[in-house]
């Protein structure tokens, strides 16, 4: 269905943006509605295009992690920089280096697509994959271990270490500001959970304003994060196998986990019906920030956040002949998510909602919420 466009190109057109630094053209990303297929006409919710980004959502706490440890004195001018990551910090840590003068070691594992290690190459980054997964901790834990090597053996070497730093909390108290200029109100933030840095650093920044904003955490199945047992995982970005300190337990009111299907099929039908897609963890967004859209009463104002866009995902996400190897393709999602009463009472393998929020590790009792009415 083509629309009629409302009206002239351009007549509202911001001021072209002109910077002299790239690190100058991150953040103040877009925001775009999102109905149909995900939500009936009239209901939808605000995706906050955060691939819009020169790298993608980390390009924030990329930057703000290396100018906060160099003011601190903790990375010395001109010394390496080193950290575990799936790519999207990745490349914001490349654009930190390239922007504060550091050479950048990422640590990651055989799952980094072909196309973000030769991104990373080709903007000065040394890329270490790992070969094995840790037996416990999974592939993440073995990236650790070999972060760990690499401090051991390179004098000043400084990891930015994503899942414990409060400043990649705090990297997006921006991206809160971003908007409440642009939608004033919001009711329900709908956000994917890594290492746990933005759900925790959007929700903290917009309940000074928006004390009732309800948060709600999408997880991969197979990951440990919210409770469930390690499984080995194809979604990358979203969900891990370690337990992130920056996880802000306390500040969800709910979770879902997403299998892969789900969210390959939230990405296609958001590239076919909106142009603008992503990779596992907007899929995954989408499915759920849609199901809020139906769900909860008319009126209620939703945003979700795009970590990033469809690009690297292009030879898995969106090809065919991979997804059909791994049997991602032909499986609408239902209309309802499971529900279980407590993270932990059975495994999930598919779309699954849960009221209990906790720390599987029990880090901080007091944080433990109930989900409050809809
Ligand atoms: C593409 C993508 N989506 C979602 C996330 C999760 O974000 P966070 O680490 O802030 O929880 C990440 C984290 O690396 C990511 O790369």
Known sequence: ??????????????LPVIARRPAQLVGN????????????????????????????????PGLHMVCAARRRGDLAPGAPIVESSS????????????????????????????????????????????????????????????VAEWLTRTPGAYCTDQYRNPDNVAAYRPLAAELLAQLGRIDVLVAAVGTGGHSAGVTAALRASLPELRLIGVDSVGSTIFGQP?????????????????VDYGAFAEVHWVAPAEAVWACRRLARRHYASGG??????????GWVARTFPVGTRIVAVFPDGPHRYLET???????????????QPSEEPDEIA?????????????????????????????????
């Open 342 to 374: 407590e993270p932990g009472t059975s495994v999930v393998t598919r779309w699954t909602r849960c009221g209990q929020v906790r720390d599987p590790l029990g880090r901080d009792l007091a944080k433990v919420t109930k989900a409050g009415p809809r």
């Open 280 to 289: 596992w963890s907007v899929g995954a967004v989408a499915l759920v920030a």
């Open 317 to 331: 996400v969106y090809n065919d002949a991979w997804c059909r190897e791994h049997r991602l393709l032909g499986r």
């Open 1 to 14: 269905m083509h629309l009629p466009l409302l009206e002239p190109l351009g007549a509202h057109a911001p």
């Open 87 to 146: 790519g999207t910090l990745g490349l914001g840590l490349a654009l930190a280096a390239l922007t504060y003068g550091h050479p950048v070691t990422v640590v990651t594992d055989p799952g980094m697509e072909p196309s973000v290690v030769r991104l990373l190459a080709a903007l000065g980054a040394r890329v270490d994959q790992v070969t094995a997964p840790h037996p416990e901790g999974g592939w993440q834990e073995a990236r650790r271990e070999r």
């Open 230 to 246: 390690a499984a080995p995982r194809l979604m990358r970005g979203l969900g891990s196998s370690i337990h992130p300190e920056n």
């Open 29 to 60: 990303t877009p925001v775009l509605w999102i109905d149909e297929p995900f939500a009936p006409p009239g209901r939808g919710f605000y995706a906050k295009l955060e691939g819009a980004n020169l790298g993608g959502i980390k390009d924030r």
